[in-house]
């Protein structure tokens, strides 16, 4: 017979970390386990389902300069849930050799004020890009394809702080 595991009070510490922080640990789960964790765990749900808690900031660094297919899934799936709960700043530096896959959200959020790039690569704006509340814009180590940096900064109508630079 297996034991059963009595409550002693103690307090789920995970649960009552603040939501960046949540976010940049479920980064690291592999897609799959960070889906059935947010499914699990109401706390860790709210990331996934928008307009629930705000989140304000995300931030990623990953020192690794070896670049794996699952890490561009697991920041695309982050940056797609934390897009969706209207974050207003990501600031995102990695030394990986190849640029990740962004979500078109990236392009068209109401609600981002700020985005922060480092990282080596090639990357190309979707037409519909949109970003109206767009205020601060740093780009380092990225090659725009097909002008796709005038699409980038002609829709960002409030720009005020913008930073091009090892283009």
Known sequence: MAKQVKSVGELDRISSLPDPIICHIMYFLPTKDAVRTSILSHRWRLLFFPNQVSLECLNLHDPSPTSRDNDSL????????????????????SESEN???FPTLLF????LQTLKLNIDGEMKVPTNACLPNFKTLH?????????????LISSCHVLEDLSLDDM
Not at 108 to 111: A, G, K, M, V, Y
């Open 99 to 101: 640029c990740p896959l």
């Open 139 to 151: 780009l380092t180590n990225l090659v725009f394809l097909d002008g796709s940096i005038l699409k």
């Open 108 to 111: 068209t959020s109401q609600s």
């Open 74 to 93: 697991r920041l695309y799936g982050c940056l797609s849930a934390v897009l969706w709960r209207a974050v207003k700043e990501i600031v995102i530096s």
